[in-house]
């Protein structure tokens, strides 16, 4: 009998240390996970950012230019994309920007003004819906360590 009850408690403990070991790797894999998502998006997120400060800066340039002004709006509809493709959440706000920022290649003088102040209010507005995203994966990285 002794023979059995140790058994079965060795047995026992054997099972709460494989779960233990399964739960922390759970819990790493987890955490990895979250690390890499946030590093992608912090990423694709500052050379967007980057290209809305580019583009906001070289607006008020008095050396502007034709030729200026389309690299670098070919660099901030690039970084767009790329962030619509990792971060779906704000994809569609992200591809407001960059339309916006095509329209002002081929825009008449007329609407011009109007297409200016939308550009710069969606390039004002996205930087808070990115660090929301970047909140939301730290809340869903603290979400790793409950079972």
Same mark, same amino acid.
């Given at each position: 009998?002794?023979?059995?009850?140790?058994?079965?408690?060795?047995?026992?403990?054997?099972? =709460?240390?494989?779960?233990?070991?399964?739960?922390?790797?759970?819990? #790493?894999?987890?955490? #990895?996970?979250?690390?890499?998502?946030?590093?992608?998006?912090? =990423?694709?997120? /500052?050379?967007?950012?980057?290209?809305?400060?580019?583009?906001?800066?070289?607006?008020?340039?008095?050396?502007? /230019?034709?030729?200026?002004?389309?690299?670098?709006?070919?660099?901030?509809?690039?970084?767009?994309?790329?962030?619509?493709?990792?971060?779906?959440?704000?994809?569609?706000?992200?591809?407001?920007?960059?339309?916006?920022?095509?329209?002002?290649?081929?825009?008449?003088?007329? /609407?011009?003004?109007?297409?200016?102040?939308?550009?710069?209010?969606?390039?004002?507005?996205?930087?808070?819906?990115?660090? /929301?995203?970047?909140?939301?994966?730290?809340?869903?990285?603290?979400?790793?360590?409950?079972?």
């Amino acid at each position: 009998a002794a023979a059995l009850i140790g058994a079965f408690g060795s047995s026992a403990i054997t099972l =709460s240390a494989s779960n233990d070991s399964l739960n922390q790797n759970r819990v #790493q894999n987890c955490v #990895q996970r979250m690390d890499k998502r946030e590093e992608t998006l912090r =990423s694709k997120g /500052d050379a967007f950012l980057k290209s809305i400060a580019s583009i906001t800066t070289y607006a008020y340039s008095p050396l502007r /230019d034709a030729v200026g002004w389309n690299k670098r709006a070919e660099t901030l509809m690039e970084n767009a994309f790329m962030v619509a493709v990792y971060a779906p959440e704000i994809s569609i706000e992200t591809l407001k920007v960059s339309n916006l920022m095509r329209e002002t290649l081929n825009v008449s003088a007329e /609407d011009g003004a109007r297409v200016f102040k939308e550009l710069e209010t969606e390039a004002r507005h996205w930087p808070k819906l990115y660090f /929301d995203i970047i909140k939301s994966v730290e809340a869903e990285r603290m979400e790793c360590f409950n079972p």
